[in-house]
């Protein structure tokens, strides 16, 4: 046993998809602070309130148990907090599935559940940095700021990755890489104007991060307030509106019902699931108001059933008025 290592077998007390809902907390498949091994186990870096740690869990769905183990000076704090970032703190109680298609969304689906990983900055984040733009190039971003401001991930490196992405039978082999923890409060607000535009990130998103980073420690005290709460705390920061908000508290707090309005894809997506085309917000509004306080959960359970709209022509292309990007140090 490596030296601050932390290890616990999980019994959930239903079918758990251990892995399908910690990749809730991924940010594109570059993400520094997440990796899937060979065996399939999936590794994730995090601040906690007692230090930084990593997470690594490898789900025996035969056995009805999910192997968790954690190092780092966070590591009995993420240990106690794992079952609810897989989804145990998750209660659906109420839930009726009202609409046909997500009736039999549910059907198939039913054993997943949203996850909590219980802090705000890791979620909030990446939410600004994904803020009106590409998914392509807000991942990119984020994945350039943890490699140029992160810090190595405590306990061992994980090891070969399968070249997809997932592990399954067949696929190619890429050599494992040092997870990142991403960087602490005090890091982002020192960085410079011009730092940011070399990570891909303009004024205006830069901004709302360093004003993030600079109250993080009171927006962290929040994490035991309802949901309600948490996000009028939020959108008292400059530039954190309804979008950032609802991914941030969904991610953190697991909050059902969580809507990111104003996001490019996700009413169009309902609309099309729901009533066979796309709608605007105040149509997804309608669409869910009976689901309500279940409304996030019915586009997430779409998506990962994956109901999405189909995408005719070229992808949105990134930005290209910003300087070429640092690959890290």
């Given at each position: 046993?490596?030296?601050?290592?932390?290890?616990?077998?999980?019994?959930?007390?239903?079918p758990?998809?251990?892995?399908?809902?910690?990749?809730?907390?991924?940010?594109?498949?570059g993400?520094?602070?997440?990796?899937?091994?060979?065996?399939?186990a999936?590794?994730?870096?995090?601040?906690?309130?007692?230090?930084?740690?990593?997470l690594?869990?490898?789900?025996?769905?035969?056995?009805?148990e999910?192997?968790?183990?954690?190092?780092?000076?966070?590591?009995?704090?993420?240990?106690?907090?794992?079952?609810?970032?897989?989804?145990?703190?998750?209660?659906?109680?109420?839930?009726?599935?009202?609409?046909?298609?997500?009736?039999?969304?549910?059907?198939?689906?039913?054993?997943?559940?949203?996850?909590?990983?219980?802090?705000?900055?890791?979620?909030?984040?990446?939410?600004?940095?994904?803020?009106?733009?590409?998914?392509?190039?807000?991942?990119?971003?984020?994945?350039?700021?943890?490699?140029?401001?992160?810090?190595?991930?405590?306990?061992?490196?994980p090891?070969?990755?399968?070249?997809?992405?997932?592990?399954?039978?067949?696929?190619?082999?890429?050599?494992?890489?040092?997870?990142?923890?991403?960087?602490?409060?005090?890091?982002?607000?020192?960085?410079?104007?011009?730092?940011?535009?070399?990570?891909?990130?303009?004024?205006?998103?830069?901004?709302?991060?360093?004003?993030?980073?600079?109250?993080?420690?009171?927006?962290?005290?929040?994490?035991?307030?309802?949901?309600?709460?948490?996000?009028?705390?939020?959108?008292t920061?400059?530039?954190?509106?309804?979008?950032?908000?609802?991914?941030?508290?969904?991610?953190?707090?697991?909050?059902?019902?969580?809507?990111?309005?104003?996001?490019?894809?996700?009413?169009?997506?309902?609309?099309?699931?729901?009533?066979?085309?796309?709608v605007?917000?105040?149509?997804?509004?309608?669409?869910?108001?009976?689901?309500?306080?279940?409304?996030?959960?019915?586009?997430?359970?779409?998506?990962v059933?994956?109901?999405?709209?189909?995408?005719?022509?070229?992808?949105?292309s990134?930005?290209?008025?910003?300087?070429?990007?640092?690959?890290?140090?």
């Open positions: 046993m490596v030296s601050g290592e932390v290890h616990r077998t999980w019994r959930p007390g239903w758990c998809p251990a892995t399908a809902v910690l990749r809730q907390q991924r940010h594109g498949a993400d520094p602070s997440y990796a899937v091994t060979l065996d399939g999936h590794w994730r870096a995090q601040r906690t309130p007692e230090g930084p740690a990593t690594r869990v490898l789900a025996r769905p035969h056995d009805g999910v192997d968790l183990t954690c190092w780092g000076p966070g590591a009995d704090w993420l240990a106690e907090a794992a079952p609810g970032l897989l989804g145990a703190a998750d209660d659906v109680t109420g839930f009726r599935p009202h609409h046909p298609v997500v009736r039999d969304v549910w059907r198939r689906h039913g054993a997943w559940r949203l996850g909590r990983s219980g802090v705000l900055l890791d979620a909030l984040v990446p939410a600004v940095i994904e803020q009106k733009v590409t998914g392509q190039e807000a991942f990119a971003s984020y994945a350039a700021l943890l490699r140029r401001y992160g810090e190595p991930a405590p306990g061992p490196e090891g070969d990755r399968p070249a997809g992405g997932r592990a399954r039978t067949g696929a190619g082999v890429r050599p494992g890489r040092p997870l990142l923890v991403p960087p602490a409060p005090g890091t982002l607000a020192l960085v410079p104007s011009w730092e940011w535009l070399a990570l891909g990130i303009d004024p205006g998103r830069s901004r709302t991060l360093v004003r993030v980073a600079r109250v993080a420690d009171s927006l962290e005290r929040a994490v035991g307030l309802e949901p309600a709460e948490v996000t009028r705390r939020l959108r920061v400059p530039g954190v509106g309804v979008w950032t908000a609802a991914e941030t508290t969904r991610r953190a707090l697991g909050d059902a019902d969580a809507v990111s309005f104003g996001d490019y894809h996700v009413a169009k997506d309902v609309g099309w699931a729901l009533v066979g085309e796309p605007d917000d105040a149509g997804m509004a309608e669409l869910l108001e009976p689901y309500r306080p279940h409304r996030a959960r019915v586009p997430e359970l779409l998506a059933a994956g109901l999405r709209r189909p995408r005719h022509g070229a992808r949105m990134p930005r290209t008025h910003l300087p070429v990007r640092r690959r890290g140090r």
